[in-house]
């Protein structure tokens, strides 16, 4: 499916842009904390041009007028730091909900700006998009240590919210939660996979729980019986750990659907390793 776009890379820089034009997924995955799903009604936001020396496009950091009625987010506070954390399963609706967010505190009249890892280049680099089409621009960075470099002092200065989407790939995330919350007062809204394909430990998205305001853990749907799903099940046979892919490689499973996966992958896999051992030509 195309990606829905809430704006151009043109009219990021250059209003109009309507978030009004967000397309929010037209199914609503399962969590234990969910936001109000009112659509938001906001005027046009203003854009700030925080590094004039960047090259266009630039990547965003913008804030939205204040507005009447807003989304709230949990324990909202301007004076001090916060971090919100929101881990899951693929498909449970993780960007969705930081999209959602940071579209809230910037209803807020909060200036926020987006990152996410350079490693996943399915959508290019210059926006995050949700499983199903919804879009926003970023940055995509290798480490969030550059954050604060690239986007110019002045400009993080300025800064109320930072969304970090696939968190699971920086490995420096603790050291920028604690600096950005504790030290900058910067409100951090994190959303990443707790768990790998094996369902172990994922990067150091679990490492920042202790620094936690809140955290969500979401669910979304078993493929193979539409009950929760609480894990990702790799469907391919590669075993490294960070291996980019969508529905082709991966899907929500439920506990069930999850080891019987783990059986039917693991059997698959041990009869392809006997055919190559009788095979002689085969590596
Ligand atoms: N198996 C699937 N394949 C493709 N899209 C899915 C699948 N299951 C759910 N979705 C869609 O993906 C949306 C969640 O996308 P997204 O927010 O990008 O999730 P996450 O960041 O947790 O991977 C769901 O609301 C649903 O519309
Ligand atoms: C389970 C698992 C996932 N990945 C990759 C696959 C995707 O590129 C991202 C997750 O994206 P999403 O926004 O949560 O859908 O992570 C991986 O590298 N290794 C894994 O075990
Ligand atoms: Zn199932």
């Not at 210059?126 to 970023?138: A, E, N, Q, R």
């Not at 075993?239 to 019987?260: F, K, N, S, W």
Request: hydrophobic fraction near 35%; charge should be neutral.
């Amino acid at each position: 499916m195309l990606p829905t776009s809430i704006s151009s890379m043109k009219s990021l820089i250059f209003p109009p842009f309507s978030p009004l034009s967000l397309h929010f997924p037209k199914t609503k995955p399962f969590a234990f904390f969910s936001l109000p799903s009112k659509t938001p009604n906001v005027s046009y936001p203003k854009f700030l041009h925080v590094n004039p020396s960047m090259p266009s496009p630039r990547p965003p950091i913008f804030s939205i007028p204040i507005r009447q009625s807003h989304i709230e987010t949990p324990q909202s506070s301007s004076l001090c730091g916060e971090v919100h954390v929101i881990v899951g399963p693929m498909f449970a609706g993780k960007t969705t909900t930081l999209l959602h967010r940071i579209q809230a505190e910037s209803n807020n009249g909060r200036t926020v700006a987006v990152i996410k890892s350079n490693k996943d280049t399915r959508y290019g680099l210059d926006s995050i998009v949700t499983h199903d089409g919804m879009k926003l621009p970023c940055w995509a960075l290798a480490s969030l240590s550059s954050f604060r470099l690239k986007i110019g002092p002045d400009a993080y200065d300025q800064l109320d919210v930072i969304g970090i989407d696939e968190a699971q790939f920086f490995e420096d995330l603790y050291d920028f939660c604690c600096e950005a919350a504790d030290h900058d007062g910067k409100t951090v809204i994190v959303a990443g996979l707790d768990g790998d394909y094996l369902r172990r430990s994922f990067g150091s998205v679990l490492n920042i729980i202790p620094l936690a305001n809140s955290v969500t853990k979401l669910t979304a749907r078993c493929e193979l019986c539409g009950k929760r799903a609480f894990f990702t099940l790799r469907k391919t046979d590669e075993t490294e750990t960070e291996l980019i892919g969508g529905a082709e490689v991966y899907m929500p499973v439920c506990r069930q659907h999850y080891v019987d996966g783990q059986v039917v992958i693991g059997a698959a896999r041990s009869v392809l390793e006997s055919k190559k051992l009788q095979c002689g030509t085969c590596t």
